[in-house]
């Protein structure tokens, strides 16, 4: 790197370089854990919160080897995606789950209030209707949020190598 920066500084020839970069394996996913309570005999028939969970992906090679002109590389790591995207979460948790169970209280308050509105003016027929429509609705509406960037790579390697004169370069597969 420096030294071929003060050599064209110089004006001297400089070594040309190729550079394999290797994006290997799957992002993590999100996926969730719900937590369902059926109330029955209470004015609020159904109370229930998600909660996202992150789930490492397999099936990653180690490396690739690198063969051009007699020189043999194997690839390093340069970044662990999942190591930065699980930092990620991790940070994001606390304020995932305070948002979750705020929502669920308030989901959960204007059932009840709707349901003590609809039994208290329509009469029981009208709070059951209520009781199971608020609680179909909640259930339909509990899940985490899922959403994360699945294209990206589980980790980037590099290798850099003397580009060959006759400009090919051969990979394979390790572990």
Known sequence: GLDALEAAVRGTRVEKVTYVIFENGRAPVRNQVRIDIPLFFT????????????????????????TAGGTN??????????????QDFKNEL????????A????KG???YALNEVANQEGGGIAGLISQVGTAVYQLAVNIADLRTW???PKEI???????????????????
């Open 43 to 66: 004015r609020l028939s159904y109370l229930g919160a998600a909660f996202p969970t992150l789930e490492l992906q397999g099936g990653a090679l180690s490396a690739l080897k690198v």
């Open 73 to 86: 590389e194997t690839t390093a790591l340069l970044a662990s995606m999942d190591s930065v995207i699980a």
């Open 94 to 101: 606390p304020s995932i789950i305070t948002k979750t169970i």
């Open 103 to 106: 929502a669920t209280v308030a």
């Open 109 to 111: 308050a204007a059932s």
């Open 150 to 152: 699945t294209t990206l």
């Open 157 to 175: 390697q590099i290798a850099r190598i003397p580009t060959p004169a006759d400009r090919k370069v051969d990979l394979h597969a390790v572990g």
